[in-house]
Nanobody, 117 residues
């Protein structure tokens, strides 16, 4: 059974920092983070592909850092210089490629991040 368990969310003042963690039940080709606020679509924050390539949303570049511990099947999101607009539910994401065309996505339950002004 696939499991993605997030931790590390909370309330922080603007300019502060938080670190999110996501422990997976196994290794995946892609792991990362998305976030969602009420009334909006879930959006990419950062992903780590094949243990090498990272991808960030423009809004978090230079402030957030994604990292991965393959030995622990864990992905981290270090969030610095947080802004109120970073508020949302952060979901851990994992993807498994069966071939070049077939991919299965997995999601955690989410962890709330609230940044006060």
């Amino acid at each position: 059974q696939v499991q993605l368990v997030e931790s590390g969310g909370g309330l922080v003042q603007a300019g502060g920092s938080l670190t999110l963690s996501c422990v997976a039940s196994k290794s995946y080709d892609v792991m990362g983070w998305y976030r969602q606020v009420p009334g909006k679509q879930r959006e990419l924050v950062a992903t780590f592909t094949s243990g090498v390539r990272t991808n960030y949303a423009d809004s978090v570049k230079d402030r957030f850092t994604i990292s991965r511990d393959n030995g622990k099947n864990t992905v981290y999101l270090q969030m610095n210089s947080l802004k109120p607009e970073d508020t949302g539910v952060y979901f851990c994401y994992a993807a498994e490629y069966f071939n070049i065309r077939v991919r299965r996505d997995y999601w955690g339950l989410g962890t709330q991040v609230t940044v006060s002004s």
